[in-house]
């Protein structure tokens, strides 16, 4: 079955560090997404991307945040400039056209020192 | 804008029991609704969800959910709860007519089932 895949599962850096998240979508789907999850507090909507762009941001994805789909596989999440409070799981997910549900990848754990 | 509720942060119930999971929902247009289930240490994962079809939607692991336009309501149940049912519950909710849009989440309601 196919599924999200995201690297690392999990990440130590210290404060100020940047920091690139990975994440392989399913392969025949369109429309990415990178949400986080604090320690404990709901999963938040960071990001969309559709058609090489971005489509819907929230307003946690400041300047210190970039997307990219670098190849036809890869999509990625940066953090330029960690801080503590980024400490978090990351959730990449992807949706196909017109299937309603996004697919979760199993996550990677952020922890800034 | 649309947002998700979900009643009870933590629910308890005995093994066997029934489970009732409370979402209530505020979209103004007709909203696609699901529920993910999140065990320890893993990422989300799709109970079920409703798209405009039929009402009452059955999901995963036993689990179904009723769709109720007059009640803003779309409450996750299971007649009878088994000890591995223990994880996180996440309702979300998302604008049904674009399907660029986000998926907003509830903030969660932890199951713990007792022997």
């Known amino acids: 079955e196919p599924e999200v895949t995201q690297t690392p599962s999990h990440q130590v850096t210290q404060m100020g560090q940047e920091v690139i998240l990975r994440c392989v979508p399913i392969?025949?789907?369109?429309?990415f997404y990178w949400y986080r999850q604090i320690l404990g507090q709901k999963v938040e909507f960071l990001v969309s991307?559709?058609?090489?762009?971005?489509?819907?941001k929230s307003e946690i994805f400041d300047d210190q945040f970039s997307v990219e789909r670098p190849d036809g596989s890869n999509f990625t999440l940066k953090i330029r400039s960690t801080k503590l409070e980024d400490s978090a799981m990351y959730f990449c997910?992807?949706?196909?056209?017109?299937?309603?549900?996004?697919?979760f990848g199993e996550g990677s754990r952020l922890t800034v020192l | 804008a649309q947002s998700v509720t979900q009643l009870g942060s933590h629910v308890s119930v005995s093994e066997g029991a029934l489970v009732l999971l409370r979402c209530n929902y505020s979209?103004?247009?007709?909203?696609?609704l699901f529920w993910y289930v999140q065990y320890p240490n893993q990422g989300l994962q799709l109970l079920l969800k409703?798209?405009?079809?039929?009402?009452l939607v059955k999901g995963i692991n036993g689990f179904e959910a009723e769709f109720k336009k007059s009640e803003t309501s779309f409450h996750l149940t299971k007649p009878s709860a088994h000890m591995s049912d223990a994880a996180e519950y996440f309702c979300a909710v998302r604008h049904g007519s674009s399907n660029t849009g986000k998926l907003i989440f509830g903030q969660g309601t932890t199951l713990q089932v007792k022997p």
């Open positions: 997910a992807s949706s196909g056209q017109g299937a309603g549900e996004l697919f």
């Open positions: 991307f559709y058609n090489n762009e971005i489509s819907e």
């Open positions: 392969s025949n789907h369109l429309y």
């Open positions: 979209s103004s247009v007709p909203p696609y």
């Open positions: 409703y798209t405009s079809a039929a009402t």
